[in-house]
T-cell receptor, first 113, second 115 residues
């Protein structure tokens, strides 16, 4: 059964700092990996989806990388801003499970002024 | 309204009450999902509907009863809940159920508290 782990569980950084969030998964037979953002008490917003054939995806200040063989993905946030404060979740489809997603527990990010 | 909407946003109920959560998607999608998000736990998939047919039930207790009257609406009927059922219940939709390349779009959730 696929398991997804995210480290660290919480992170607090000063504004302007570059940071890296980590996601690891146990079964490397994935079609893709997705990063979501969740604001307190809100739903999830998809940030980036990396296909298994890709190594990176970029959107603005966000860059996600995927290393299937090692079962790891990173989300890099450049020049962090207070508005980036949220919980970041990674998720992968279950092997053979169509669109059933397995989520990590998330990294709670706080960017301070 | 655009995207995925959920009502109510907050719900407090006693263990003997019966209530329903509603989800509506305005994206023309064919698959809809219920997730449960408890504190310090990963999101748990509860139910999946594809073209109004339930295709997945992840060992969810019978006190949770889903209903999908059409491809745009999804309900979660609640009865005789337990305090440990208190959580954020999220609805999502996607174009296809079987495609792992298909992004899911989430609603804002209903924060449920069971007293």
């Amino acid at each position: 059964k696929q398991e997804v782990t995210q480290i660290p569980a919480a992170l607090s950084v000063p504004e302007g700092e570059n940071l890296v969030l980590n996601c690891s998964f146990t079964d490397s037979a994935i079609y893709n990996l997705q990063w979501f953002r969740q604001d307190p008490g809100k739903g999830l917003t998809s940030l980036l989806l990396i296909q298994s054939s890709q190594r990176e995806q970029t959107s603005g200040r966000l860059n996600a990388s995927l290393d299937k063989s090692s079962g790891r993905s990173t989300l890099y946030i450049a020049a962090s801003q207070p508005g980036d404060s949220a919980t970041y979740l990674c998720a992968v489809p279950e092997p053979g499970g169509g669109n059933k997603l397995t989520f990590g527990t998330g990294t709670q990010l706080k960017v301070e002024l | 309204e655009t995207g995925v909407t959920q009502t109510p946003r907050h719900l407090v109920m006693g263990m003997t009450n019966k209530k329903s959560l509603k989800c509506e998607q305005h994206l023309g999608h064919n698959a809809m999902y219920w997730y449960k998000q408890s504190a310090k736990k990963p999101l748990e998939l509860m139910f999946v509907y594809s073209l109004e047919e339930r295709v997945e039930n992840n060992s969810v207790p019978s006190r949770f009863s889903p209903e999908c009257p059409n491809s745009s609406h999804l309900f979660l009927h609640l009865h005789t809940l337990q305090p440990e059922d208190s959580a954020l219940y999220l609805c999502a939709s996607s174009q296809l159920r079987d495609s792992p390349w298909d992004t899911q779009y989430f609603g804002p959730g209903t924060r449920l508290t069971v007293l």
